[in-house]
């Protein structure tokens, strides 16, 4: 039996490229004997005979203002065939990949018949007019459909398809085919479904799909196209193919089966157009040909335009080869495109159309809900106002500070110095959430919170750190000016903005405090990097150095990752996280409108924010973070149970470390994030001394505080759940407690110093003077 199955098999493959039914015309003694020795040789195993059907219907459309009685027509055909044996008259049309054998009209009958019904949309001398022309079509799962209703209406006289591809069980969802049609190329699916609505029709199949080495063939071969149609996934084909149509002057059409777009470009008469509106002109097709699915998404979207592609599109193209292979399309959209692609060519190849464009049927704005609500826009206010120099004073003026013996004031100048270099330090976002004031030989360290209100700040731990950091830069450019810094700290007062009092006393020779001044040439030269570079190694050297030197700051921890399963498990929570950060309303808010600079003009005029480009981003993952840019985008993916593709940034930006590192302190209390600023600044700093890369990867820290110290606050339950098990995951990695302070979770690699880096805002706003 398996042997039988197998010759089975095999018999059905050797056909695999048949396309083109036999005919046999039994009137003639010649084409009776060969129909004759088909049918005893056992191929024909299905044999349908309904011509006399046909007949009756010629009778009738050849008297459309007759009513016949049913009991005439028998008389009137036999008139009609004049003596011809019904058996013999016509053409019998055998097809050899199903094996039937059907008796039909012959070429002009049978025309007259199949297209009675286009009269008088389409009129007959139209329809002389189409079947001289040819159409060539590249890609074959719109095109599919173009072809099949092209071939319905009878379109054309000659159908030239390309596809190299053959017809797989994925296809099914979209391609007009039966199973039994799976492994066969899907230019013979087509042909054969064509040749079975009309036999009659001059179709040829190019089965290695459109080449540079066959180009020359398609478009001109038996005489030059009069159409194209472009619908192919290759983007160097879809480039390539429209030089050579503009070269021959050959209209093309492209159905996008996304809102019903089509585009339309009329080389033959505009043979200076630019290719595709003019969208692709900085593309080489030679660059883009090997690209991967995920690759293409930014030139797709140059393409067709990032504002006109629909919300699930757009959602779908985070889900390319994260949770589906290759772009989604639906049945309902070929179709459609098969529809109006098919009449926009009958127009063009009529004469009855001449304009280029783009031109969309979007059934969702066509036909929706008549009241509709707009989907509300998610906006974050922000209940604070920037702090002034009033504000600041009356503060200050409630505190009462003893004065030590040997403080020092130092002058404007060096004051200046000072906070030049503590606005150089990091901060979340680039939000800078410090502001000073000097008064009477006191330099007090205020929380902007105007600056720094966000999802990201929560319980005022992300500012505390910042303020930290800045704080040690003053700490350790005082040391080069001989001064020693100390503070008054202030956390526990939440409700009021002032952080800190600083205050300055002269260095003491011999103080064991020389191994910070070698820091402070690092102060403005340290940076976030996010370049990916091949991973390298570090030395054990370094990194013990690192660690001692943050770890001076009393109650500060250090730990290093370099396992290979654990750097995995802890890119896989920080993806999950910067996931669960950009799907919440209020992350998304802040990534867009606080945190992101979408234009260099936008960086340099606001001097805050992370300006895009120093995310250091490929043009895909570019592409992905303009469409995510859009909040209904968001909740598309939201809505379709996506965004995968959002932690794929951090599995990459990991999977180039050469190691990770968290610092953190015992006890969850906001002196500790003061404190662990400082030390992360050190560590910082020395590493920026050992040209080390240093890339924060902090979402983990900020979300996991939520759930252990604010019951989820601003988290859907789901999230909190997730997040539940993520924080399991990552003690058993870190083997953190739930009760510390975690400060700071990074990338250490060695990579290129980044090109651009981020603003600062000017000394003049945060720095207030008191003259008095």
């Known amino acids: 039996m398996k042997a039988r199955f197998r010759a089975l098999i095999e018999a059905h493959k050797q056909i695999h490229n048949i396309y083109h039914p036999v005919f046999f015309r039994t009137n003639a003694p010649s084409g009776l004997a060969s129909f004759e020795a088909l049918l005893d040789s056992g191929e024909v195993i299905f044999v349908h005979d309904e011509l006399y059907g046909q007949l009756h219907e010629l009778i009738k459309m050849k008297s459309p203002s007759v009513k016949i009685k049913e009991e005439d027509y028998a008389g009137l055909i036999s008139n009609h065939l004049a003596g011809t044996d019904i058996d013999t008259y016509g053409v019998w049309v055998y097809y050899p990949w199903s094996r039937r054998a059907v008796h ?28 001289t022309k040819t159409i060539g079509i590249i890609g074959l799962s719109v095109g599919q459909s173009i072809a099949l209703t092209l071939a319905m209406e009878r379109g054309f006289g000659e159908l030239r398809l390309t596809d190299f591809d053959t017809l797989e069980l994925s296809n099914l969802n979209r391609i007009r085919a039966g199973a039994h049609n799976l492994g066969v190329p899907k230019v013979v699916v087509t042909a054969r479904e064509i040749a079975e609505i009309d ?13 540079e080495e066959n180009m020359e063939v398609f478009f001109t071969g038996n005489g030059k196209l009069d159409l194209l149609v472009d619908e192919c996934d290759g983007l160097d084909i879809k480039i390539l193919a429209r030089y050579k149509a503009r070269e021959l002057r050959i209209p093309v059409l492209m159905d996008t089966s996304d809102r019903g777009m089509l585009d339309v470009e009329r080389f033959d008469l505009e043979p200076d157009r630019p290719l595709l509106h003019g969208t692709i002109d900085n593309v080489d097709p030679n660059t883009i040909k090997d690209l991967s699915t995920e690759d293409k998404i930014p030139v797709m979207l140059q393409m067709l335009g990032i504002e006109n592609i629909s919300l699930r599109a757009k959602a779908s193209m985070l889900e390319v080869e994260q949770t589906i292979n290759t772009w989604p399309q639906l049945a309902s959209s070929v179709a459609l495109g098969g529809a109006v692609g098919t009449d926009v060519s009958r127009r063009i190849l009529l004469g009855q159309f001449h304009d280029s464009g783009r031109y969309y049927i979007d059934l969702d704005d066509l036909v929706a809900d008549k009241k509709i609500a707009e989907d509300e826009i998610f906006t974050r206010h922000n209940p604070f106002a920037p702090i002034s120099e009033d504000d600041m004073q009356a503060l200050v003026s409630e505190l009462k500070l003893d004065e030590a013996p040997d403080d020092v004031y130092p002058d404007k100048e060096t004051i200046t110095k000072l906070v030049r270099a503590a606005s150089a330090a990091p901060s979340t976002g680039n939000d800078q959430p410090w502001k000073f004031l000097y008064k009477k030989g006191t330099l007090y360290l205020f929380h902007e919170e105007f600056r720094s209100f966000s999802f990201g700040d929560f319980q005022k731990t992300a500012s505390f750190i910042s303020l930290g950091a800045a704080y040690e830069n003053i700490y350790i450019h005082a040391l080069t000016l001989g001064l020693e810094a100390y503070y008054s700290l202030f956390p526990d007062k939440s409700t009021q903005k002032l952080v ?48 001692i030197l943050s770890e001076s700051i009393p109650g500060a921890k250090v730990t290093y990752f370099k396992d290979a399963d654990e750097l995995r498990g802890l890119a896989m929570i920080i993806g999950a996280c910067d996931k669960i950060r950009l799907l919440n309303p209020e992350g998304h808010y802040d990534f867009v409108h606080r945190e992101m600079r979408w234009t260099n003009e936008d960086a340099e005029r606001t001097r805050d924010g992370i300006d895009i480009q120093t995310l250091g981003l490929g043009h895909s993952l570019m592409a992905a973070i303009r469409v995510i840019k859009s909040e209904k985008v968001i909740n598309a993916v939201k809505d379709i149970g996506g965004g995968n593709a ?45 040209n080390l890369a240093i890339h924060p990867l902090i979402s983990p820290l900020y979300l996991f505080s939520r759930i252990l110290h604010g019951n989820g606050e601003g988290l859907d339950e789901k ?18 407690t739930n009760d510390d302070s975690e400060v700071f979770l990074a990338k250490i690699a060695i990579a290129p110093e980044p090109a651009l880096k981020a603003h600062r805002l000017l000394l003049e706003d945060i720095l207030v003077v008191d003259h008095d």
Not at 521 to 532: F, G, M, P, Q, V
Not at 647 to 669: E, H, K, Q
């Open 646 to 690: 959002l932690g794929m940034l951090a599995m990459r930006t990991v999977s180039t470390a050469s190691l990770l590192c968290m610092i953190s302190l015992p006890g969850y209390n906001l002196k500790n994030f003061f404190e662990g600023g400082r030390s992360m600044e050190r560590f910082w700093l020395e590493a920026t001394n050992m």
């Open 199 to 211: 036999p009659f029709l001059n179709v040829i199949c190019f089965f290695d799909g459109i080449t």
């Open 500 to 547: 800190a009092a600083i205050r300055f006393k002269k260095m003491e020779e011999n103080n064991g405090l020389d191994f910070l001044k070698t820091l402070d040439k690092a102060i403005y030269k340290r940076y976030t990097n996010r370049i990916l570079a091949p991973k390298a190694l570090i030395s054990d050297d370094l990194l013990s150095r690192l660690k």
């Open 719 to 736: 999230n909190v759940q997730e997040l539940q098990v993520l924080r399991e995951q990552f003690n058993k990695i870190t083997q953190s």
């Open 104 to 131: 039909m009209l012959d070429r002009e009958e049978f025309i007259q018949v199949r297209t009675n019904r286009n009269q008088y949309k389409i009129t007959r001398k139209e329809q002389e007019i189409l079947s």
